[in-house]
């Protein structure tokens, strides 16, 4: 018999509560045929475990392992395409969403046939935050307001994490998601443009009882860059935009070391120059190594041998930039033109040749 819908719940460090879910869904979803699929990214708390040893006991949790990876979207989507319900759902492995509305969205979905995705909503009627403080509330809200500069619908939850979605539908906007970050329905919504037909139902977020919250620092750097990719990444990969961002930075670091040194009279200018260029280098590659690359961050011995090849790549940047700049500048006489096309093909050449080699996993 076909499994009539496929609850994704995407987990890192949630031991405790997969069999707490797994017996709330066995009681909200009672009289229909239902699997859940948990997708964990190699959770150093004995989760994968917990989830085998539930599945041998009940054929209707699957697990899938994912080594070496890290992003609640890209977990979420290789749930998705492991599946072959008519529905998917996602909702957060720490008991947070409520699962009682699942049989709600699956009957909004039989009354009308032409309903792409259903929506918890915590924003409209009978929905709420729970015990979220006035900090967390506004910080929200001021994503939410970022959203609706790329957000097709009329959606009140744009950054809900709690949905269920046509598997069909969904298959149609896979090819171009952008798959990074933590907002996977804001992803699909501006993914499939404004047919996409959109339904709310109300849910109450609930206090997280076991295991803590993986929500830090790079969250929102993660959003910003997700709304940037949807804006305009079809234009420029937004890796690239944010390889140039880290770049400048790096270059202002470079002129403020100069500034010191040989501003201050304390070293003479090339030397001052070399130090200041080192240590944008470095600045620049943790920079990148964070943000740029938060998927594919290198660790341990990785990050020794990562930095040294990256000091090699970008000095051979900088040979073909000075290159390009001197042939330029001999033949149209524009230093202007000169410098900028040095320094798009050196940016151009260490993107292209970190991304192949240094960050590659
Ligand atoms: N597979 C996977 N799951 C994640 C990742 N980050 C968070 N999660 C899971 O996604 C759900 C929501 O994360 P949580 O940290 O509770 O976010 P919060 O509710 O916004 O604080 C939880 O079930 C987490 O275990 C990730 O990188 N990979
Ligand atoms: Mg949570």
Same mark, same amino acid.
């Given at each position: 018999?076909?499994?009539?819908?496929?609850?994704?719940?995407?987990?890192?460090?949630?031991?405790?509560?997969?069999?707490?879910?797994?017996?709330?869904?066995?009681?909200?979803?009672?009289?229909?045929?239902?699997?859940?699929?948990?997708?964990?990214?190699?959770?150093?708390?004995?989760?994968?475990?917990?989830?085998?040893?539930?599945?041998?006991?009940?054929?209707?949790?699957?697990?899938?392992?994912?080594?070496?990876?890290?992003?609640?979207?890209?977990?979420?989507?290789?749930?998705?395409?492991?599946?072959?319900?008519?529905?998917?759902?996602?909702?957060?492995?720490?008991?947070?969403?409520?699962?009682?509305?699942?049989?709600?969205?699956?009957?909004?979905?039989?009354?009308?046939?032409?309903?792409?995705?259903?929506?918890?909503?915590?924003?409209?009627?009978?929905?709420?935050?729970?015990?979220? /403080?006035? %900090?967390?509330?506004? $910080?929200? *809200? @001021?994503?939410?307001?970022?959203?609706?500069?790329?957000?097709?619908? +009329?959606? #009140?939850?744009?950054?809900?994490?709690?949905?269920?979605?046509?598997?069909?539908?969904?298959?149609?906007?896979?090819?171009?998601?952008?798959?990074?970050?933590?907002?996977?329905?804001?992803?699909?919504?501006?993914?499939?443009?404004?047919?996409?037909?959109?339904?709310?139902?109300?849910?109450?977020?609930?206090?997280?009882?076991?295991?803590?919250?993986?929500?830090?620092?790079?969250?929102?750097?993660?959003?910003?860059?997700?709304?940037?990719?949807?804006?305009?990444?079809?234009?420029?990969?937004?890796?690239?935009?944010?390889?140039?961002?880290?770049?400048?930075?790096?270059?202002?670091?470079?002129?403020?070391?100069?500034?010191?040194?040989?501003?201050?009279?304390?070293?003479?200018?090339?030397?001052?120059?070399?130090? /200041?260029? %080192?240590?944008?280098? $470095?600045? *620049? @590659?943790?920079?990148?190594?964070?943000?740029?690359?938060?998927?594919? +961050?290198? #660790?341990?011995?990785?990050?020794?041998?990562?930095?040294?090849?990256?000091?090699?790549?970008?000095?051979?940047?900088?040979?073909?930039?000075?290159?390009?700049?001197?042939?330029?500048?001999?033949?149209?006489?524009?230093?202007?033109?000169?410098?900028?096309?040095?320094?798009?093909?050196?940016?151009?050449?260490?993107?292209?040749?970190?991304?192949?080699?240094?960050?590659?996993?």
């Amino acid at each position: 018999m076909t499994v009539e819908i496929s609850v994704i719940a995407p987990t890192l460090n949630e031991r405790e509560n997969v069999p707490r879910l797994i017996e709330l869904l066995d009681a909200a979803l009672a009289g229909r045929r239902w699997e859940v699929i948990f997708v964990d990214d190699n959770s150093t708390d004995g989760t994968q475990d917990q989830v085998m040893a539930c599945a041998a006991d009940d054929p209707r949790v699957r697990l899938i392992e994912r080594v070496g990876r890290r992003g609640l979207s890209s977990a979420c989507i290789e749930g998705f395409l492991s599946s072959s319900a008519e529905h998917v759902a996602v909702i957060d492995a720490d008991l947070q969403h409520d699962e009682r509305v699942l049989p709600q969205m699956l009957d909004a979905f039989a009354k009308d046939p032409s309903l792409d995705i259903v929506v918890g909503s915590r924003f409209v009627e009978g929905g709420g935050l729970g015990d979220w /403080g006035k %900090l967390r509330i506004a $910080a929200s *809200n @001021f994503a939410k307001s970022l959203s609706y500069l790329v957000v097709p619908q +009329k959606v #009140t939850d744009p950054m809900s994490g709690f949905f269920m979605v046509r598997r069909t539908s969904f298959r149609n906007v896979v090819p171009n998601l952008s798959g990074r970050g933590f907002k996977i329905l804001l992803d699909i919504l501006c993914t499939a443009g404004k047919d996409f037909k959109m339904k709310e139902l109300p849910y109450e977020f609930k206090t997280r009882q076991w295991g803590e919250s993986k929500l830090n620092s790079t969250v929102m750097v993660e959003y910003v860059a997700l709304l940037a990719d949807k804006s305009f990444g079809k234009i420029l990969p937004l890796r690239f935009i944010m390889f140039i961002m880290m770049g400048l930075v790096g270059a202002g670091v470079n002129v403020a070391i100069l500034a010191v040194l040989y501003g201050g009279g304390m070293l003479g200018f090339m030397t001052s120059h070399i130090i /200041g260029a %080192l240590a944008a280098m $470095a600045v *620049n @590659f943790f920079l990148n190594n964070t943000f740029t690359y938060s998927d594919k +961050k290198l #660790t341990g011995l990785r990050l020794m041998s990562g930095m040294m090849l990256f000091y090699v790549l970008c000095s051979f940047g900088l040979f073909f930039n000075v290159l390009v700049a001197e042939r330029v500048v001999d033949a149209a006489g524009s230093w202007v033109l000169a410098g900028f096309l040095g320094a798009v093909v050196g940016a151009v050449w260490n993107y292209a040749t970190n991304t192949t080699l240094n960050w590659r996993a």
